[in-house]
């Protein structure tokens, strides 16, 4: 996202598919689902084309105070998601890579060619540190930066800022 | 005493499978003749799991490793497969014309709510939650591939 700030067409799919997983945990047979998320995506439909921002406004404010009233007190959340059960549960084995330069020299034995191209890896990521930062002092704006994204490399040859840190994230499911 | 009865019921196993499945003859040997009281427990207990083993699969090989409950691994192939799977299910969108490279809204013709209602079957479909902010940037069936097998680290 390019700012902070939602258009209304963002807020409206938001809205749209909170609805439809909160109908979802009421109707929990999948042929009344169904039959009341068409109903429910026809609503939508009706207005989809109003012009007035105003009028659009005041019909997605009026959407938002009836999921509010109509919300199921305990919708069913993923497990992966924040609030679901699995959620951060691997979290605790998600080892940081820079331990692996830590490890005995008779355990690294053991993995050659890996820890081989690790060495060329690291001085890879030595040689072109400097150009990232330089980039990232370039491209940030006075203040601080406004999002979370990083902006990818520019120069044909260089390599995308913080790229390191990306690569060697740890797994979703370790072990 | 107790041991007597545990030959015995290995003994009525041992009987129907003794042609069927090829034991091994030591187990077999040491099984089916009639022996001594003093048979220790646990014996008794791994030949009958054998047999029991060795009745069910029709391979010879015996296996002794767990087997804990999970998914099968997913590959891009199976990831691209089940992704076009769902979206010929869905109506709106005619399954004979749908690529990997059709973009919802320019060549399908598709509303941003109907983009909504696809991201929320691919959720229901891998089991995982797809954030706001970046389902509304999946576009085509190619870069929904591309995000699960980067949230699922397959073949990263």
């Known amino acids: 996202m390019a700012s902070a700030y939602l258009t209304h067409q ?14 979802e945990s009421w109707c929990i047979f999948r042929d009344k689902y169904r039959f009341y998320a ?25 959407g938002e105070e009836e999921f509010w009233a109509n919300q199921h007190p305990q919708p069913y959340i993923f497990p992966d998601s924040p609030g679901g059960t699995s959620y951060e549960r691997y979290e605790c084995y998600k080892v940081p890579e820079w331990l692996l330069d830590h490890w005995h020299p008779s355990e690294k034995a053991m993995y050659p060619d890996y820890f081989s191209k690790r060495e060329q890896w690291k001085k890879l990521r030595m040689q072109s540190w400097d150009k990232e930062v330089a980039q990232l ?3 940030t704006p006075a203040g601080g930066p406004r999002t979370e994204a990083l902006p990818p490399a520019r120069k044909e040859g260089d390599l995308p800022p913080l790229w390191w840190q990306y690569v060697t994230r740890p797994r979703e499911r370790p072990t | 005493m107790a041991a007597r009865v545990l030959q015995q019921c290995v003994r009525s196993l041992a009987r129907p499978s003794l042609g069927l499945c090829p034991v091994n003859l030591a187990l077999r040997a040491a099984v089916a003749p009639a022996v001594t009281v003093h048979r220790p427990f646990s014996f008794a207990a791994d030949s009958r799991r054998t047999r029991w083993l060795g009745q069910s699969r029709i391979s ?24 076009m799977y769902v979206l010929k299910l869905y ?6 014309k749908i690529q990997a490279t059709s973009h919802f809204m320019k060549d399908l013709g598709l509303d941003s709510l109907d983009q909504v209602e696809i991201i929320m ?36």
Not at chain 1, 10 to 23: E, I, N, T
Not at chain 1, 38 to 62: G, I, P, Q, S, W
């Open chain 1, 10 to 23: 963002q807020k409206v799919m938001r809205l749209y598919k909170k609805s439809l997983r909160h109908l």
């Open chain 1, 38 to 62: 068409c109903m429910l995506r026809a609503r939508f439909d009706e207005n989809k084309n109003e012009k007035d921002m105003v009028k659009a406004t005041m019909l997605l404010k009026a």
């Open chain 1, 137 to 139: 002092e370039a491209e």
């Open chain 2, 60 to 83: 010879s090989v015996e296996v002794w490793c767990r087997q804990y409950g999970d998914l099968p691994p997913l590959t891009l192939e199976t990831i691209k497969d089940r992704v």
């Open chain 2, 91 to 96: 109506d709106k969108i005619n399954p004979e």
């Open chain 2, 121 to 156: 079957a691919m959720e229901d479909e891998f089991g995982f939650e797809i954030p706001d902010a970046e389902a509304e940037k999946l576009m085509t069936p190619e870069e929904i591939v591309q995000y699960i097998a980067d949230k699922k680290d397959v073949y990263e």
